[in-house]
Structures are given as C-alpha cells and as structure tokens.
C-alpha cells in the first residue's frame, strides 16, 4: 500500500463523511419536495385512504424526513467530522489506559484496555443519541399519536439496552483482539468463522432469552386464527413449533410479524397492533384512536402467507450466505490493510500505537465505506425482489384480496405515505411502495385470468 501522509488520511476520511452524509441529503430533500407537493390522493387509493388520512401520512413523513436531515447535518457531519478532527479515538485509548491502570490491572495488555475502551466509548454513544432519541419518541411519534411509552419506560429500556449491549459486545471484543492476535498471518480466516458461529448464536438466543427483555410475549389463545396459521404452516411443511403475540402496543402503535429460529424450530410472532382491536374481543379496552385498525384473520393469514413465502422461497438463507461471504472479504481486506501506520496518527495516536480494535473501526467504517454503500444498494435491490417474490406466493396460495387489503390497511394504520420521489425510493427502500406492490397484485390476476 501506497504511503500516505497521516493529514491526507484524515481529510479523506472527512471528506468522505461529508461527500457520503451530503448524498443521503440531496436525496432526502427530493422526498421532502415530494411531500410539499403531492396534495392529492392517488388514484388507486380514493376507495381506501380518505383526504384526513392522506394529509396525516404526508405531515408525519415530512417530520421524519425534516429529522432525519437534522439529524443527518448535526451529528453524522457535525459531531462526527469534530470528532475525528480533534482525535476523540485517541482520546477515549488513552482514558482506557488511565481507568485500567486506576484499578491495578494490566495496561498493557491490550484486550483488557479493549474491552474497557468499548465500555467507555458505548457510555459517550449512548449520551450523544439520547436527545435524538427523546426527540423522535417524545415529540416527532408523539405528535403524530404512535409513541405509547412513558418517561419511565423509556429510562428503563435504555438501561437494559446498555446493560445487555455490554454483556454481549465486551466478550465478543476480548475474543476479536485475541483472535488477531494469535491466528498467525490468516487470522482473518479465523475471525470470519468466529463471527459466522456468533451471529448463528445471536440469532437464535436474541428472541428467546433477549427480545422478552424488553416486550412481554404471550402464546397466541386458541380459536379460529390459531388454527388457520397452524393448518397454513403445516400444508407448507413449515416446522412450526411456537406461536406469540408481542405487546408491542406499549412501545408503538405500529405493526408488525416475523418469523425465527434455525432449522426445524421456527416460531412466529405477530404484534398485538397488527390484530384487529389488537385481538381483543372488548372494545371497552382500548382507547378510540386503537379502535378498528388492524387486520381481519384472513389478512393476517395474508401476511403470514408473505412471510411464510420468504422461508419457502430460502430467501433467509441466501440472504445469511451473502452476508458471510460480505463479512469474509471485509475480514480478507482488514488483515492486509489494518496494520497502516498512517490510520491510526489520522486518529490521533502517537506513531507506533496502533489498537487492534481501532484499526477495525478505521477499515470498516470508513476504507470499506465506498463498497459498504455500493454492498447496501445491491441487498437493498435485492431485497425489493424478495418481497415481490413473496407476494407472488401469498398470490399462488390464494391470499390475492387478502393481501391487498391487508398492505392497505397497515399502510393507513401506519401513516404510511404513498407517493415516493424515484430515486429517493430506489435507494432506501427494502420494500416496493404501497402502489408498486397493488400493481404488481393487479398483474398477477390479470396474467391468472388469461392463463
């Protein structure tokens, strides 16, 4: 690799922040247009989604939108290109060094000061997306009557958030740093089987032992919609052996169900808000504004039939096998590159220091940052066919009206926006809009009729 003086490092690094942060709000700012603009309902909509209710969607998408600019300028570009202009990383090393030797522990040993500089660091993350957060949950989802927590359940989430974050990430780094350290020139090898077994294990612990940390899951009551989702897995051979609904009403009125575990145990979870009257049967329980939004039993076996499709359709394990070899080659670059003096002066440290850890920041975050955002285009293009795909089988299986109604339904419920500026759509959804996925329900029974 070329030699590079340490400032020509750094400034590509903020210039990249600022060329990368600048993208995402030209593109931004086409959708805000479009929601300053597009005043009238859709055509293919007037039955389903009345003036009151389009005008609310357009106002709540044009907040996010406005936020997430706001966002995007004071801290993605603001703070952060600070940040790396005065050394922060530096900084908080040699603050871990200073802790480590406070308690009498060896400072020079480098996993124990990574481990304690992880801490450090996720304890400044926190405070500095706090306010961001408070804001969007207390005023922006608030405002638009989807926020349900309170003050108290808020603090107490964020507390098990941290709290589970550094029991799962300080060993995770402990394992990462002793990894490189002793796996010989192709530790990188290593490290990529390392993560590939973490990642199999997160996925099948995070629901079980985590999730319930922070929603209560109850199995779904016995009776008619029970039944239906077990006779539909069972006539797709999908190994179903447990059925929840989450509480999800007491974080958000938004909606949602999916599907997990590995192999032969898969479980489903639907949201209480995507039932209609969140599944209960007296009305007198809920408040008038949660009265009548959800599905029918028939739209939720709708959703499950598209949910269902992506299993069927190994949509889950191509996308595991892509994002292995994704990891794979990002590990291949960082063993040749991580050990580049001019990296870590660009951060701040004295020539010679050179963190493990930090070198895995600077290589993914930023050396890789031109593939990563080339890499999330293409699983973001990929994804729009996945879900085309999976509506096409919830089609076959019979669910056509169901799930056209039901997509309209949660799209309502959910202040969903319908009209999307081209380029704005193609690169941030991972889904089809609402009107691109009805056309596409539309040619599929127009090509069954002639068929």
């Known amino acids: 690799m070329t030699s590079l003086d340490a400032d020509t490092v750094l400034f590509s690094i903020l210039a990249l922040v600022i060329v990368e942060n600048a993208l995402e709000i030209f593109i931004a700012l086409r ?6 603009t597009a005043l009238k309902v859709p055509e293919e909509l007037t039955q389903h989604m009345g003036e009151e209710t389009f005008h609310k969607a357009r106002k709540y998408g044009l907040d996010q939108e406005k936020f997430g ?3 995007a300028i004071v801290a993605d570009v603001g703070l952060l290109c600070l940040e ?3 050394g922060l990383i530096a900084v908080i090393w040699k603050l871990s060094i200073q802790v480590v030797d406070k308690l009498n522990w060896d400072s020079s040993n480098e996993i124990i000061v990574s481990c304690v500089f992880v801490l450090i660091s996720n304890v400044l993350s926190t405070f500095k997306s706090l306010p961001f957060k408070i804001y969007k949950i207390f005023v922006l989802e608030e405002t638009h009557g989807f926020n349900k927590q309170t003050a108290g359940f808020f603090i107490w989430d964020q507390i098990k958030s941290f709290l589970v974050t550094q029991v799962l990430m300080i060993p995770i780094t402990a394992a990462i740093i002793f990894i490189v350290q002793r796996g010989g020139d192709n530790f990188f090898i290593w490290l990529w089987i390392f993560t590939g077994i973490i990642s199999l294990v997160l996925l099948t612990i995070y629901p079980i032992f985590i999730a319930p940390l922070f929603d209560k899951y109850t199995p779904l009551e016995k009776g008619p919609l029970r039944q239906s989702i077990e006779d ?3 006539s797709l051979k999908f190994p179903l052996t447990k059925l929840f609904v989450v509480e999800g009403s007491k974080r958000s009125s938004h909606s949602n169900a999916y599907f997990y575990g590995l192999w032969n145990s898969k479980r489903i979870v639907l949201f209480d808000t995507l039932l209609l009257n969140k599944g209960k049967s007296d009305e007198s329980e809920l408040s008038d504004d949660e009265k009548g939004k959800g599905c029918t039993d028939e739209e939720v076996l709708a959703v499950l039939g598209h949910e269902l499709g992506h299993w069927k359709l ?3 394990t191509k996308n595991i096998i892509i ?9 291949l670059v960082f063993g040749n590159v991580f050990k580049y003096p001019p990296f870590y002066v660009a951060m701040g440290f004295q020539p010679g220091t050179r963190p493990i850890l930090v070198g895995l920041l600077i290589v993914f975050t930023y050396v890789l940052a031109p593939y990563n955002a080339l890499m999330n285009f293409a699983m973001t293009i990929l994804s729009r066919r996945f879900e085309y795909q999976a509506d096409e089988f919830a089609f076959q299986l019979g669910f056509a009206e169901q799930l056209g109604q039901a997509l309209i339904k949660l799209n309502v419920d959910n202040l969903g926006f319908p009209v999307y500026d081209w ?9 089809p809009t609402l009107l691109q996925r009805m056309g596409r329900l539309q040619e599929l029974k127009a090509s069954k009729k002639l068929n």
């Not at 380029?423 to 889904?431: R, V």
């Open 314 to 316: 190994g949509h889950v």
């Open 323 to 331: 994002m292995q070899i994704h990891l794979f080659l990002m590990f």
């Open 232 to 234: 539909l897995a069972a």
């Open 69 to 71: 600019i706001f966002k």
């Open 31 to 36: 959708q805000v247009k479009v929601y300053r």
């Open 423 to 431: 380029l704005y759509s193609t690169w941030n959804h991972s889904h």
């Open 84 to 86: 790396l202009y005065i």
